[in-house]
């Protein structure tokens, strides 16, 4: 794909390759390559709609800070992100977007009990953001799975939280680890 789009720089199936690529690319990068398309064509709807997803990106590059998120646990207490990543005993918080319909992100729910079993001890901790639209499915899946990390549900009734758009969240499972500094 990177060759291929590198000999169509210029033109529009470059911009869908470029789309195709965004996934593997930080927010900075794609920014930095749809600048280089001619000026007319970085007016182009696909290339418009890449651009604001880039900035959004580009907010959750390595090296920058974190936002915020906070949302509800299952007992329907606020649980800010902040407040895990400013306990003493955390060294490193994954954010972890998922939701009990997504098949992959109940793959990854193995990996995630393992790695916070090895780990925990160290300063590891999972700050679960469910985009479930129904508490009582998620409230049952996060207390029959076993998941002893923070859990909050990012989605209240019809209505997404910022917190998926505010990390530029378009599939999951998608995490983020952070630490304090």
Request: negative net charge.
């Amino acid at each position: 794909n990177r060759e291929c789009f590198a000999a169509n720089g210029d033109n529009l199936f470059g911009a869908v390759l470029l789309n195709d690529m965004q996934y593997d690319l930080t927010g900075a990068e794609l920014l930095e390559k749809i600048a280089a398309f001619p000026q007319p064509l970085q007016q182009a709807e696909m290339l418009v709609k890449l651009h604001e997803q880039a900035l959004k990106k580009s907010k959750t590059d390595p090296g920058q800070p974190y936002i915020n998120i906070i949302q509800c646990n299952p007992e329907r207490e606020i649980v800010s992100l902040s407040s895990v990543l400013e306990r003493p005993e955390v060294s490193y918080v994954l954010v972890d977007f998922w939701a009990s319909w997504c098949g992959p992100c109940m793959g990854e729910v193995p990996y995630l009990k393992q790695a916070y079993a090895a780990y925990h001890d160290r300063g590891f901790e999972i700050y679960g953001v469910s985009l479930d639209n129904d508490q009582a499915r998620w409230k049952h899946y996060v207390s029959t799975h076993d998941m002893p990390w923070t859990n909050v549900i990012a989605v209240e009734g019809d209505k997404s939280s910022p917190a998926a758009e505010q990390y530029g969240i378009r599939t999951i499972p998608t995490n983020f680890l952070l630490s304090p500094e």
